[in-house]
């Protein structure tokens, strides 16, 4: 148990929906970064949350989006969903922005779009 | 853009044998490297992560090291077990990220 918690644990979409995945850091984390895995692939990264800054992102496009709350929480967004963005979307939360500290991971949520 | 490689896919062995997992990325200026261990459908669980100025972690039956020159990182598991099936990840640091390889999911064999 890494002390990281996903919500849902399972969501089923049809495609042009939105949907918000939330995620809590593990205690005295102030990072949350959040992945993309499709099936048989490693996690892709998505985007980070520092201090309730975006602090970095990677090759998605805007329709994602994410929020982290002054407890350092976090959500993530997709807006007009595309059925291959069916995945397991994982967050990470850390002590530290840059990736040098241990990331911690959460048990993820499968979301399948129809 | 870094990318990372993980060889092989797959590996079933029977339960006793030591075996290795590799790993080899393109952008040695990594600062550090992680590996982890996903079982199905679940999330990522860290095993061990070796800094740049390291070359190798130790935790029980598992050894990591790091060659960043060479651009290759192995994970040893000692006297494999069933319970070690799953999938291991290794992942390299970018400037606020993990980079990724495509995993090798292991079977241990009763």
């Known amino acids: 148990e890494t002390g990281v918690t996903q919500s849902p644990t399972h969501l089923i979409k049809t495609r042009g929906q939105q949907v918000t995945l939330r995620c809590s850091s593990q205690?005295?984390?102030?990072?949350v970064s959040w992945y993309q895995q499709a099936l048989g692939q490693g996690p892709q990264f998505i985007f980070q949350?520092?201090?309730?800054?975006?602090?970095g992102r990677g090759n998605f496009p805007p329709r994602f989006s994410g929020l982290q709350f002054p407890n350092y929480s976090s959500e993530l967004n997709v807006n007009a969903l595309e059925l291959d963005d069916s995945a397991l979307y994982l967050c990470a939360s850390s002590s530290r922005s840059n990736s040098r500290e241990t990331q911690y991971f959460g048990p993820g949520t499968r979301l399948l779009v129809l | 853009k870094q990318e990372v490689t993980q060889i092989p896919a797959a590996l079933s062995v029977p339960e006793g044998e030591n075996l290795v997992l590799n790993c080899s990325f393109t952008d040695s200026a990594i600062y550090n490297l992680q590996w982890f261990r996903q079982d199905p459908g679940k999330g990522l669980t860290s095993l061990l992560l070796?800094?740049?100025?390291?070359r190798e972690q130790t935790s029980g039956r598992l050894n990591a090291s790091l060659d960043k020159s060479s651009g290759r990182s192995t994970l040893y598991i000692a006297a494999s077990q069933p319970g070690d099936s799953a999938t291991y990840l290794c992942?390299?640091?970018?400037?606020?990220?993990?980079?990724f390889g495509t995993g090798t999911r292991l079977t241990v064999i009763p």
């Open positions: 949350y520092y201090r309730e800054e975006e602090n």
């Open positions: 070796i800094q740049s100025s390291q």
């Open positions: 205690s005295g984390h102030n990072t």
């Open positions: 992942a390299g640091t970018g400037a606020n990220n993990l980079f």
